[in-house]
């Protein structure tokens, strides 16, 4: 129905910034909202930000709000690819990160627990 591959992982300084992208494919049926979360080892996946596919709708996670963005190419009808602009990053943000699609309508998808078509996730590692 819907397939997810994230990019543009990598290590960066603490203080640096890195811009995450998630590929979106998806068949007969656009997802509501498409997610990030983060899995550091020993942790639990943690939600990040969600955005609706139609308009501008976004929601952060205390932890990232003013240092992540996330968007989608808003010249296009409809989301092929979102993105996760992570700036002032700091050790503490080390993790595999992950985009996920969900399909439960709008506002809900926003904080829906129900995310689950995901990608194979892309490692960030921040150094001190």
């Known amino acids: 129905q819907v397939q997810l591959e994230e990019s543009g992982g990598g290590s960066v300084q603490s203080g640096g910034s890195l811009n995450l992208s998630c590929s979106v494919t998806?068949?007969?049926?656009?997802?509501?909202?498409i997610g990030w979360f983060r899995q550091a080892p020993g942790q639990q996946r943690e939600v990040m930000a969600t955005?609706?596919?139609?308009?501008?709708?976004?929601?952060?996670?205390d932890s990232v709000k003013g240092r992540f963005t996330v968007y989608q190419d808003s010249a296009r009808n409809t989301v092929n690819a979102v993105y996760l602009q992570m700036s002032s990053l700091k050790p503490e943000d080390t993790a595999m990160y992950y985009c996920?699609?969900?399909?439960?309508?709008?506002?809900?998808?926003?904080?829906?627990?129900?995310?689950?078509?995901w990608g194979q996730g892309t490692q960030v590692t921040v150094s001190s």
């Open positions: 996920a699609a969900d399909y439960t309508p709008f506002p809900l998808c926003l904080t829906s627990k129900n995310y689950d078509h």
């Open positions: 998806w068949y007969t049926y656009e997802p509501s909202c």
């Open positions: 955005k609706y596919t139609r308009n501008v709708d976004t929601w952060y996670a």
